[in-house]
C-alpha cells in the first residue's frame, strides 16, 4: 500500500515519539509494546529519529483497484491540551481525484463533500 514505507513508517514513529508518546501512559506501553513486537526496525526509528513530523506532505500509495494515488495531507492541531490532531487528506494531483472518483462512483465535475 505505501511504495515509500520507510518515509511513512518515520513519520508515524515521530509522531508518536514527539506527540502522545511523551505524555499518555497509554501510547508509551504501545510503544514499549511494539519495541518488542516490531523488534529493531521500530526501536532503531524511536532510538534515531530527531524532531518533530512534518505537519504537512504527500504520501503515495497503492490501491488495488485504481493503481497508485496521492494524496496531500495537512495535519491540524486541536485547542484542547490532550494532544488530538486532525489529520486531512486530499488528492494531489488530477489523476490522483480520477482514481478516487472511480472508487466512489462519483462523477467528474460534481461537488465533492469533504
Known sequence: MYPDW???ADEQVAALKQG????D?????LMDELTVSSGEPFAARLRTLPGLPRANAMVRTVH??????LLAYETLGLPADDDQQLVVHLSADG???AALDRLTGRRPGVL???
Open 20 to 23: 502522545p508518546g511523551q505524555t
Open 25 to 29: 501512559v497509554h501510547v508509551s506501553a
Open 64 to 69: 488495488p483497484q485504481v493503481g497508485e494515488v
Open 6 to 8: 520507510d518515509g511513512v
Open 112 to 114: 465533492r463533500a469533504v
Open 95 to 97: 489523476a490522483s481525484a
